[in-house]
Every structure is written in C-alpha cells, then in structure tokens.
C-alpha cells in the first residue's frame, strides 16, 4: 500500500513555486515577482499558495528593504527540499507500481 | 487526493488549480526542473563554446591579416572579432547578471566576485601593456606581450576556477591555456596568432565536450 502524495506538494501551482524555488543553491533567496515569472502565477495565485507552503515549514518568508523599497524574499527550508525529494520518489513509486499503466522499473 | 485546498474559483476543473494526475505531476516536474535549471544557471557550455570560437575564429583571422602577406584585410577581420568578442562577452557576462535578477544570497556573490577578477585582471594586462609600451618596448613586441600577458590572465583565472568549484576541466584548461600563452611568445609575430586560435580556441571548444555530454546525461 503506498503512501499517499503529499497533498502540500501535489498541486499543480505549488509543485511549479516548490520546483523553481528547489533551483536555488542553498543560501540563496528569490523576490517574489522572480518567483511570480519562473513559477508562471498570477500574484494573487502566488501569495495564496506561498501561505501553505509556508504553514507547512517549507518555505522561508523574510521580509526586507532594499533601497527603502519592501522587499519579500522566498527560499525552500531543508524541511522544505527533504519533502520535495521524498514527493518525487512517491511519484515515481507510484507510476513503477503495478496496475498504473507504466511497467516498473522504467521510470526515467 | 485529499488535499484541503478550497475549490477554485468559478469551480474550474481545468486550469493552473485542477487536480493534477500523477503522471501529470511527473511530466510537469521534470520539465519544469529543466527549464528552472536553465534560466537560474550559468551556461557553462555557451561560455567555452562562445569563447573557443572567438579565439579560434579572431585569432585565426588576426593570423591572416597579419605579416607581410596578409590573406584577409583587418577591414574585414577587426569587425568580425569585435562582434564575436561582444557575443562572447554576452553569454559570459550579460546573461549570467540578467539570470540573476531577483535573486539574493551567497552565489550571487560569488558570482560577482568572479566578474569583477575577470575586470580587474584583464584591467591590468591592459595597463601592463600600456606601460611597456610607454617605458620603450619595441613595437614589433607589442603584439607578443599582449597576448602573452591576456593568455596568462585567463589561464590563472580558469585555475583558480577549477580549484575553488573542485572543477578539474577548469583546471585543466587553465594549465593548458598558460602552456599556450607561453608558446605563443616562442612563435614570434605573427604565429602567435596562429598559436592561440588553434591551441587556446581548440581547447576551449573541446573543454565544452564534457559539460555538453554530462548535461546530456543528466537529463536522460
């Protein structure tokens, strides 16, 4: 019986923030409009999902000022990068298991 | 699913908030992977190639437009390496600065210290060449002392590169870009030329092969 897909994850908006954010080094974050353009969302869309990537733990939201200009920036938290990496073994598990239509072991 | 999203609005089922199946989810994860990589990381083979080609191109045709005999006017050869030098400029600098727009942290200033050793360094050999010539070097020197000097600067910076990222193509290239350097003094003017497109430019070009073949890999 697999376990089911993290439901923080597995939405179409939230695995593209997760995904863009996962393309950072570590120690590096990414202003909200940058997010908004690699994630491919509306604000508003992007600011709804941010929030539960946020009360899960895998986000980090600071708040900053550049040039007196608020800034907001945004980085995966280790939780954050563990539960997209455990996500995509799920998922692979999960297309490999048989009765899914895809033979085990050919996962690419 | 049992996600504890609210239904979207408008109760669209298709659209960025539809349940997603997870074969979609795959397919989405590994392009979006992909193409997130692409537009945050220096591409590493679009510089070397970028550079290879200017080099071997620019100074092959510096070659020719040189001597007593020149094959190709520096009418037609100065332009041609000034746009090739600016596309290569381009890919190594201009891109990576756009790439990192929006983005804050260790890397970014990582990235901008490399830049400005690239600067300063070749700041320098410009200086340095300014300098003999005003100090009396022979003008029949000049072309040797600027290439001698421009391939030292590059060689050393690829070194450093390779030892602080653990690259060893880097280093490797780097080493091989000062051996040519040095050669290229020996082989007087204007087989200095020749020296630097074949073996500076041919080496650049064949240390993109690997990067080129391990991106290859990767996304097999």
Known sequence: MLPPLDPVIHAQPRLRVTLALAGLPDGDAMTFPRLQELAGLTAGNLATHLRKLEDAGYITVTKAFRRRTPVTYLSLTRTGRQALEDYTAALRDLLAAPGNGTPAGSST | ?220
Not at chain 2, 51 to 72: D, Q, R
Not at chain 2, 128 to 138: D, E
């Open chain 2, 1 to 220: 699913m049992g996600t504890s999203t609210p239904a979207p609005e408008g109760g669209s089922r298709t659209g960025p908030d539809a349940p997603m199946s997870p074969r979609d989810a795959l397919a989405l994860l590994e392009t979006q992977r992909d193409r997130v990589s692409r537009r945050l990381r220096t591409d590493i083979v679009a510089v070397l190639a970028g550079w290879g080609l200017t080099w071997l191109a620019g100074f092959g045709l510096a070659y020719l437009a040189s001597g007593s005999s020149p094959v190709v006017s520096w009418w037609v050869a100065g332009p041609v390496i000034g746009v090739l030098g600016a596309a290569a400029l381009t890919v190594s600098f201009g891109l990576p600065i756009w790439q990192g727009r929006g983005i804050a942290g260790p890397s970014r200033q990582v990235t901008s210290m490399y830049m400005w050793a690239w600067a300063l360094a070749f700041g320098a050999v410009a200086a340095i060449n300014a300098g003999l010539a005003s100090q009396g070097l022979p003008a029949r020197l000049t072309p040797l002392t600027w290439t001698g000097t421009s391939a030292l600067a590059v060689g050393a910076l690829f070194l450093g590169a390779g030892f602080l990222f653990r690259d060893q193509i880097h280093y490797a290239l780097g080493g091989w870009i000062l051996v040519t350097g040095v050669a290229s003094v020996f082989a007087g003017f204007p087989g200095n030329f020749a020296v630097l497109s074949l073996a500076g430019g041919g080496g650049m070009l064949a240390a993109a092969v690997p990067y080129a073949l391990s991106r290859r890999r990767s996304l097999a």
